[in-house]
């Protein structure tokens, strides 16, 4: 297969039209807006729908629409823009409809500025719109595993009739990346889904609704909610580690970020500091079992982010109390280089002792 | 192998064309590759720039610190961005519009009047591609015939026409980035 030199935007919606979505509903907005370019041209090729919706609000509620009819159904935009989402998202956690809705991150809070950054990781991993639900979050780092994780995003929401959120960030949106796309599905020829809305001639009535106003029932519903989190929980996480094997400090990054700090790595390995990447593919459920073992291992953890400090409590909690976890990031859209994050790797390497074999030796 | 290229001039000049000419001339040659292009409200007459990274292993970060060479292509971009080039790496200048007094000593600097040579072609948006020539000339990465290749994927090679022109630059570019460093 022929490698295409791609912008991010761009792979999210060829990847998205190839996994069977022919409905696609969005508002523009920087630094995402060669999303929806690309599927007003490319939807139209494989007989889609592409609508610019007259704002955020009416085109998450066409996602819903399409959705309850049985469709593979994208929506995308960047920080404001999902903000306005999130009344939907919520709606459709509790419809339990599947949709891959797309966050290419810029500064906030506020109307911010257009730069990337990675200040909704709070939104997107702890529901961001009200009410007792969770977010599959899938977050790509380079354009390759957008494509793969984009594929993935259809398959978990179908899977889970539950809304999946790829975080990107304005970078990720704009960076270009040679990328093979896997083969396109028919999407008449997926599994036909049993609880849609097609009319109900010949068969008994369906209803889809979230409003259960007796405590009882809704309860019940959030339980049956709750059993799926569990399950998707335990069957879902990934991540990545890198050079972790013999690190006595493990930075832990996520998107762009982790890109970043991977070269920071690859810096001051060269002089011989011993330290990993922990990368979580996955932000939920968040691979917490396995950053806890580093943690026990290591004692010493760095969470690097784009934003002024998220994910960290997540380290935190993997972490479980066991070693130290520090933090270092850049909000409001600066972007750090490798350089700045070797600097920080470096200074806390050797302010916490880790060259000497002494502290190590103690630590075990 | 790594090398890590910032291109940098007006927006208009073809700087964002340039830095997409080699990822997809390096990536067609087997090479790892990153383009990532600086973004904003960005105007025509503005400063625009772009940083590639071309390697023959896994890119760890599109984002450099320090590049081994900045392409130049006008005076803004000169003052932004010599000062980020690694000790030891290349300035590459677009010596018709760039002052090329430089205030460091530990930078390879090579001017090539790329505007000049694109007018006497006869086309004056072809600066950049001349300047693509200069490029594989100083840098050695890859050879003119990679590039001649990939300009027939590009818009600078659409119709046949105007990529014969730009095959034609990126002789004229690499043979003036020779005479600049003596090699003829």
């Known amino acids: ?364 | 192998m790594t090398l890590k290229s910032v291109f940098a001039g007006f927006g208009g000049q073809g700087v964002l064309m340039m830095g997409y000419l080699l990822a997809l001339t390096s990536m067609r040659r087997g090479k790892n590759v990153t383009y990532l292009p600086a973004y904003g409200a960005e105007v025509r007459g503005g400063t625009a720039n772009c940083t590639v990274v071309v390697s023959d292993e896994e890119i760890a970060s599109p984002v450099a610190s320090n590049p081994d060479i900045a392409v130049v292509m006008n005076n803004p971009s000169l003052m932004k961005f010599s000062n980020l080039v690694r000790s030891g790496g290349t300035l590459l200048v677009n010596s018709s519009l760039v002052e090329t007094k430089i205030g460091r000593a530990d930078l390879n600097v090579v001017p090539v009047p790329v505007s000049d040579l694109a007018h006497e072609l006869g086309e004056d948006r072809s600066a950049n591609v001349v300047m693509m020539g200069a490029f594989v000339a100083v840098t050695g990465l890859l050879d003119l015939d990679a590039f001649k290749e990939a300009l027939a994927e590009t818009n600078l090679g659409k119709k046949p026409k105007v990529l014969e022109l730009n095959r034609k630059a990126l002789e004229v570019g690499a043979a003036a980035a020779r005479r600049a460093l003596g090699k003829e």
């Open chain 1, 1 to 364: 297969m022929t490698k295409r030199l791609m912008r991010g935007s761009h792979v999210l919606g060829e990847a998205a039209v190839r996994a069977g979505c022919r409905f696609y509903f969005g508002y523009p907005i920087t630094p995402q807006n060669e999303v929806p370019e690309y599927m007003s041209a490319r939807l139209l090729e494989v007989g889609g729908t592409f609508v610019q919706a007259e704002s955020e609000v009416a085109s998450i509620n066409m996602v819903m629409g399409a959705s309850m009819a049985g469709a593979r159904v994208m929506t995308t935009s960047s920080s404001p823009g999902i903000s306005l989402k999130q009344e939907g998202i919520s709606y459709l956690a509790g419809l339990e409809l599947p949709a891959v809705i797309a966050n290419m991150m810029r500064g906030g809070p506020g109307l911010g500025n257009i730069a990337p950054a990675q200040g909704d990781y709070f939104q997107a991993t702890r529901g961001g719109g009200h009410g007792d639900y969770r977010c599959i979050v899938l977050a790509p780092a380079s354009c390759q595993e957008l494509c793969d994780l984009t594929f993935r995003a259809f398959d978990l929401a179908d899977k889970y009739r539950n809304p999946v959120m790829i975080l990107g960030d304005g970078m990720m949106g704009q960076m270009m990346e040679p990328v093979e796309f896997p083969e396109a599905i028919d999407p008449a020829s997926l599994p036909v889904k049993d609880w849609i809305l097609t009319g109900a001639a010949g068969r008994p009535q369906r209803t889809i609704l979230s409003l259960l106003l007796d405590p009882k029932v809704l309860e019940a519903h959030n339980y049956k909610l709750t059993r799926k989190y569990d399950a998707i929980t335990r069957a879902e996480q990934d991540w990545e580690t890198y050079l972790c094997e013999d690190a006595r400090l493990v930075v832990v990054a996520f998107g762009t970020a982790a890109r970043i700090a991977k070269g920071a790595i690859k810096r001051v390995r060269e002089m011989g500091i011993k330290v990993g990447l922990f990368r979580p593919k996955t932000l939920w459920p968040f691979p917490y079992q396995p950053l806890g073992e580093l943690a026990r291992a290591t004692r010493h953890l760095l969470a690097f982010e784009m934003n002024s400090g998220q994910m960290v409590e997540d380290v935190r909690l993997a972490a479980e109390g066991q070693g130290e976890v520090h933090f270092y990031g850049r909000p409001g859209g600066v972007i750090p280089t490798p350089d700045e994050v070797a600097h920080q790797i470096s200074h806390y390497y050797y302010g916490a002792g880790l060259d000497q074999a002494a502290a190590v030796a103690r630590r075990a």
